[in-house]
Nanobody, 115 residues
Framework: QVQLVESGGGLVQPGGSLRLSCVASRIAFSTYDMAWYRQAPGKERELVANITRGGNINYVDSVKGRFTISRDNAKSTVSLQMNNLRPEDTAVYSC?????????WGQGTQVTVSS
């Protein structure tokens, strides 16, 4: 059974940092494009950042310069370093693995930015 397990969420003050990690099991990790999505209460899910199997990276404009996505194929892990967090970054963050005809999701981890 394929699993994507996120960790690293929590409560942080504005301006603080968190590092999210997602470990994948039972998939050929290096053949998947990986992404982080988030969904805030009452809002639609949005793509935060993605990194293709070839290493190409994209970010939503609101996190550019603050968030960094990376992947370690040897450890089947994708990470999201989040700096200078803002209250509007509060959401459930979910890991996504995608290749043609196949998509997997993690269960999500809560990130709350509040003083």
């Amino acid at each position: 059974q394929v699993q994507l397990v996120e960790s690293g969420g929590g409560l942080v003050q504005p301006g603080g940092s968190l590092r999210l990690s997602c470990v994948a099991s039972r998939i050929a990790f290096s053949t998947y494009d990986m992404a982080w999505y988030r969904q805030a209460p009452g809002k639609e899910r949005e793509l935060v950042a993605n990194i293709t199997r070839g290493g190409n990276i994209n970010y939503v404009d609101s996190v550019k310069g603050r968030f960094t996505i990376s992947r370690d194929n040897a450890k089947s892990t994708v990470s999201l370093q989040m700096n200078n967090l803002r209250p509007e970054d509060t959401a459930v963050y979910s890991c996504n693995a995608h290749r043609p005809m196949t998509t997997y999701w993690g269960q999500g981890t809560q990130v709350t930015v509040s003083s």
